[in-house]
T-cell receptor
Framework: EAQVTQNPRYLITVTGKKLTVTCSQN?????MSWYRQDPGLGLRQIYY???????DKGDVPEGYKVSRKEKRNFPLILESPSPNQTSLYFC?????????FGQGTRLTVV | GENVEQHPSTLSVQEGDSAVIKCTYS??????FPWYKQELGKRPQLIID?????GEKKDQRIAVTLNKTAKHFSLHITETQPEDSAVYFC???????????FGKGTMLLVSP
């Protein structure tokens, strides 16, 4: 079954404690992306990757890092989380057309 | 880069009515326009898409129209049902392995 898997689904953490949200896809897609979803603001792109070792900033990259060492994995790293990064995060992978989203990670930073 | 505007932000209709959501895009090079539906607590999922060489596409109760000259496209849902209640996102991209730019979403509420 074609899928994008994110972990964890829910995460509560404290300000400044580094965390990683994992994302893995099994469709051999070259393109992967991270979005954050906040009420009234829609899906805002954080970072994207067009291929292994190629990453680019999206619209809201500040405070985030990504890496793409393998085609299937695209982790999102928050080196020093702050409360304004409390949000719902989605990873997505895309072939020529349709984007497939992970289940989402609801992050709360206190 | 591409910019996608979506209206309205909220739309309330009675069951059986039609609903229309409109989007405009800025980059004339964009040629792929998908619509995603996000039910409460779920991930966005593709419901219909259209390419720039087509003016209209239908799939049962949903249809999408595209006006390349005006750079706008619309989602039409006929005979709405309560299960159509969700957030709908439009998006645009240059087809191929390029990024998708999303609109801010429309919350559709269908009352029985």
């Amino acid at each position: 079954e074609a899928q994008v898997t994110q972990n964890p689904r829910y995460l509560i953490t404290v300000t400044g404690k580094k965390l990683t949200v994992t994302c893995s896809q099994n469709m051999n897609h070259e393109y992967m992306s991270w979005y954050r979803q906040d009420p009234g603001l829609g899906l805002r792109q954080i970072y994207y990757s067009m291929n292994v070792e190629v990453t680019d900033k999206g619209d809201v990259p500040e405070g985030y890092k990504v890496s793409r060492k393998e085609k299937r994995n695209f982790p999102l790293i928050l080196e020093s989380p702050s409360p304004n990064q409390t949000s719902l995060y989605f990873c997505a992978s895309k072939g020529l057309t349709e984007a497939f989203f992970g289940q989402g990670t609801r992050l709360t930073v206190v | 880069g591409e910019n996608v505007e979506q209206h309205p932000s909220t739309l309330s209709v009675q069951e059986g009515d039609s609903a229309v959501i409109k989007c405009t895009y800025s980059d004339s090079a964009s040629n792929y326009f998908p619509w995603y539906k996000q039910e409460l607590g779920k991930r966005p999922q593709l419901i219909i898409d259209i390419r720039s060489n087509v003016g209209e596409k239908k799939d049962q109760r949903i249809a999408v129209t595209l006006n390349k000259t005006a750079k706008h496209f619309s989602l039409h849902i006929t005979e709405t049902q309560p299960e159509d209640s969700a957030v709908y996102f439009c998006a645009a991209s240059y087809s191929g392995y390029s990024t998708l730019t999303f609109g801010k979403g429309t919350m559709l509420l269908v009352s029985p």
